[in-house]
Structures are given as structure tokens and as C-alpha cells.
């Protein structure tokens, strides 16, 4: 799917077909082409009084224009309650057009850039056309023999006599959406198909030379006594690694974010093995370090002035004849030793070493993502992120990224309470409170990995164990995973470089 300005109006922008949104009711829409062609406005007045089309939330609508406008078709889509709208209304209903027409002769839409109609920045409403558009028409389906028929391949944005200022909104939007949908593609594989290995090798083909990558391999994990990578992996018959991506290193004049990553691969739960019901979507557990990936690479396309080194921790949980067991200990690579009880609760025993490992960057910000816990779900369900910080104003600008992409975050607790429960009666640590009843497992795993973080270090830890998958094709996230993070933590860093898209 490309994506264009055109310098132009947006009835003579395409031939083919042109989209119109408005609030429910559809006043605004019904007057302006009432302006261009009479005849077209009574067709859309008559739709929506007679309740057919009323421009609800994600409702859309064909019309062929007769010869009345340059354009064959109008998709016209709703934005929904106008009291209830937000920059997200603006990406369903691109969802909804872009689903409805995917399998249509439609080859290209055009979109009046319309944010100040709307009450939002023009480069916003851009930014949210494309990535909708974008991330709607891609669908995973690299294993599909018969691949639907798909004709749409342009989104042209309407900008007539603004395209210099909107540029940089759409390029952001590119970046960012290209990025996420390459996410998905390697979460949706099979563990099989994506062994550590094959991670590090394709970081390696697809960073641009602006991005330095170091995979540490299994003999560099012993030397650094990273025991917890090393005994999650114990099981697996592929080799670990630790993979770093530095962007802008040589800049020290610039801030540095530390991003770290979980990537197992697979987590089968090791001998802690995991229920065989839903078992396949443990192919998502590496969705974190996925997340982290893309974001750097975006953040290195965008050329934002910013730091960055991403950390990503890299194994299957498997069962083999020497993986590790419950009852086990373990030293990290802090030196602080873990008492394993439960080998399921494998991501924060990587993500402690991957952390301590950041700690000799001296990152000014550090953030993790990671599918941590079936109880962050349970806690907050799929329409949030699980967000854990030690730092006001760190949270404040996560939660901020957070509701400009929709890829949204929800504040929960740090407190030490909490964190007395992880401690164990043999070792330092112990990696779950018990296997019995327990609750806040979202929060004791935080408080977990708190440990391997400097005290005075901005830190906050992203459990997406909700928002890495959707069940059903939901707007512009089809069935599958949802690539999520790329588009927040990219928008974070463009934030935190000043740069406005
Ligand atoms: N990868 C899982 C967490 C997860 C669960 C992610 C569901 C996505 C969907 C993690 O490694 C895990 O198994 N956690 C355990 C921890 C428990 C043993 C304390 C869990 O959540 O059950
Ligand atoms: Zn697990
Ligand atoms: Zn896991």
C-alpha cells in the first residue's frame, strides 16, 4: 500500500474513489456535497434520514457518483458520536473503509486532509489516515496457497496548498506503520520458523547502517554469567542470545534510552508446562523484544535525534532432557541468585540479566516491554498495557505517547509490599510468590525485575501479556498480533527528541 500527497482538492485527486467522514447525523458531509453536486447530496440526505447510513462509529457505505464528479465511487465513513471523537475515530473509520473496498476494483482512495474541521492538527489526522490505511490492508498470510485478490494500492491525501507542512506527518506515518506490520508478520510466525538465530540475522539485514548490532552468542552469555538466559534456554536446542542494537552511539550529546526487550520464542512453560489451550499463542512471547526491534529501526529511519540502545533477550522455554527445573537455583548476572519455582515464570528471569546488562549504558531513560504475565491481562484485559515506573515524568510522557497512538497504557502500583513476596527463604529471590492462589502477579513480577534496576535510574516496565494479540479482526488489527509498541514507543522517542510529526 502506497502512500501520496496530492496537491490538489480531493474530488479531482482521484478518478477512482473518494472517501468522506463525518460525525454522526452527517450534516457537514450532506452541505459540502450538496455544494459539488446537488444530486448526490439529496442521495446521502435521503440515506441518512431514512436511518440507512448515519455515519455511526465504523459504519460505511458505497455510492457510485453517476458522472456527477470526477471520482467513480464515495466511501462514505463514520466517525461516530461527534461528543465522543478522538484522532482513533479518524483510524477506525479508515479501517472500515479500507476493509469494505479491500476486495472491490477500488485501486485507490483519496482523503481530504480535513484535521482542523475535526479540532485536531492536520499532521495528526495525516499521520493517523496512513497508518490506518496501511495497517488495515496488510493481513498475514504467508502460509495462505490462495491469497485473497486484492486491488487497492494507493492512499492519496487531499492537501491542497498544505503539502510541505503535512510531508513529514505522512513519511512519520510510513515509517511507523511499515514498521509495526513487519512486527506482526514475524510474531504471527511460527516459533519454528523464528529461532534466535534468525532474529539476529534478520535485525542484521533490515537495521540500515545507521544502526550498530553485537549479537552475544551462548559462549559470551557464560563469560558474563548471564545465568538466567542461560537456564531458560537449557531446555531448547536452539542457542541464545543477547542481541544489542546502538543507534546514534557516538552522539553523547544526545539522551540515552535504554529499551529492553523479552524474546522467547516460544514459551511451552518448561517443566511448568503451560495448559495445551491457547498454548499456540505462546509464539507471541517474544512480542516485547519485537516491539523494541522496530522501534529502533523506525527511530533510526525518522533520523530522531535521539540515543538509543535496545536490549533484546532472545530463547525458547522449552522441554529438553536438561532444562531447568522447578526447585532449581540460579545466579544472574547481577550475582543476585534466584530459587526457581515455577519454570513458566521464565521472562523475568532473561529480563534480569537483559536490565542489568542496560545498567552499564548509564541510559538517562530505561524502559522494558514484555509479555510478562497472564495477570496483567486479567488485570486490565486487552484495551491497555500494563504500565510500572519509578518516575513521574517518564509515566506522564509514556501515557501521553500512549493515547496519541491508541497503543494506550494504564498506571499500577510499586509498591514494596509487593516486592517482600519475591523474596525467598534459600536464595535472594525467588521467581514466583507460590505456585498455590496468589494475586497482583502483574505487580510482584514488576517488583521482580525492580530489583536489577539502579535505584535512582528512570525506569517503567510495559507488561503487554494483553495487547500483544487480538481474537478477531478489530479495525485496523486483524486477527493475530497486533504489533503493538512499535507505534508507541517511536511516537515516545520522537517526544522526547522534540520532534513534531
Ligand atoms: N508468557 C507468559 C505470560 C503470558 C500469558 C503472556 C498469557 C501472554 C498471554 C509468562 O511467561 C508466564 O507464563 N507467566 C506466568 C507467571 C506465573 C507462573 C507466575 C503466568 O502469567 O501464568
Ligand atoms: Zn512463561
Ligand atoms: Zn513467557
Not at 491457547?278 to 527511530?299: F, P, Q, R, S, W
Amino acid at each position: 500500500m502506497k502512500a501520496v500527497l496530492a496537491d490538489s482538492e480531493v474530488w479531482s485527486s482521484t478518478k477512482d474513489t473518494v472517501v468522506l467522514m463525518d460525525y454522526e447525523g452527517g450534516e457537514r458531509a450532506i452541505t459540502w456535497l450538496s455544494k459539488v453536486s446537488k444530486e448526490l447530496g439529496d442521495m446521502l440526505a435521503q440515506s441518512v434520514c431514512s436511518n440507512d447510513f448515519r455515519f455511526k462509529e465504523a459504519q460505511v457505505m458505497v455510492s457510485y457518483t453517476h458522472g456527477h464528479l470526477p471520482s467513480k465511487r464515495i466511501v462514505f465513513a463514520g466517525l461516530g458520536k461527534k461528543e465522543l471523537f478522538n484522532i482513533n475515530k479518524v483510524r477506525i473509520a479508515i479501517a472500515s473503509a479500507v476493509n469494505h473496498v479491500r476486495q472491490m476494483g477500488v485501486k485507490e482512495l483519496a482523503v481530504r486532509v480535513a484535521g482542523h474541521d475535526l479540532g485536531v492538527e492536520d499532521g495528526a489526522f495525516a499521520t493517523a489516515v496512513v497508518e490506518s490505511a496501511i495497517l488495515t490492508h496488510h493481513k498475514y498470510d504467508i502460509h495462505k496457497t490462495e491469497k485473497d485478490q486484492v486491488f487497492l494500492e494507493r492512499i492519496v491525501l487531499a492537501a491542497q496548498g498544505k503539502v510541505k507542512e503535512i510531508e513529514p506527518s505522512v513519511r512519520y506515518a510510513i515509517v511507523v506503520a511499515s514498521k509495526t506490520v513487519m512486527a506482526r508478520d514475524l510474531e504471527n510466525m511460527g516459533s519454528t520458523e523464528k529461532p534466535p538465530k534468525m532474529i539476529v540475522d534478520y535485525v542484521k539485514k533490515f537495521s540500515s547502517g545507521r544502526i550498530k548490532v553485537t549479537a552475544l552468542m551462548k559462549k559470551d552469555l557464560k563469560r558474563m554469567g548471564a545465568g538466567g538466559i542461560l537456564a531458560v534456554n537449557r531446555g531448547s536446542s536452539h542457542e541464545p542470545y543477547l542481541l544489542v542494537m546502538e543507534y546514534n552511539s557516538s552522539k553523547k550529546n544526545l539522551p540515552l534510552v535504554a529499551l529492553v526487550g523479552k524474546g522467547i520464542i516460544f514459551d511451552s512453560g518448561g517443566h511448568s508446562i503451560k495448559d495445551a489451550c491457547n498454548m499456540e499463542l505462546m509464539k507471541c512471547d517474544l512480542c516485547g523484544a519485537v516491539g523494541v526491534i522496530h522501534a529502533t529501526m523506525a527511530a533510526a529511519e525518522l533520523d530522531l535525534p535521539v540515543r538509543i540502545v535496545a536490549i533484546s533477550a532472545l530463547t525458547e522455554n522449552a522441554i529438553g532432557p536438561d532444562a531447568y527445573k522447578p526447585g532449581d537455583f540460579i545466579k544472574t548476572m547481577s550475582g543476585k541468585t534466584v530459587e526457581i519455582l515455577n519454570t513458566d515464570a521464565e521472562g523475568r528471569l532473561i529480563l534480569a540479566d537483559a536490565l542489568h546488562y542496560a545498567k552499564g549504558f548509564k541510559p538517562e531513560y530505561l524502559i522494558d516491554m514484555a509479555t510478562l504475565t497472564g495477570a496483567c491481562f486479567i488485570a486490565l484485559g486487552s484495551e491497555c498495557a500494563g504500565l510500572f515506573q519509578t518516575d513521574d515524568d517518564l509515566r506522564r510522557m509514556l501515557m501521553k505517547s500512549g493515547e496519541e497512538t491508541w497503543e494506550r497504557l494504564w498506571p499500577m502500583p510499586m509498591w514494596d509490599e509487593y516486592g517482600e513476596l519475591m523474596k525467598s527463604d534459600f536464595a535472594d529471590l525467588k521467581n514466583v510468590v507460590a505456585n498455590g492462589r496468589t494475586g497482583g502477579g502483574a505487580i510482584t513480577a514488576a517488583k521482580f525485575l525492580q530489583n536489577f534496576v539502579d535505584k535512582n535510574q528512570k525506569w517503567a516496565h510495559i507488561d503487554i501479556a494483553g495487547v500483544d494479540w487480538v481474537e478477531a479482526e478489530k479495525d485496523y488489527r486483524p486477527k493475530g498480533a497486533t504489533g503493538y509498541g512499535v507505534r508507541l514507543l517511536t511516537r515516545f522517542l520522537a517526544d522526547l527528541s522534540k520532534q513534531h510529526y
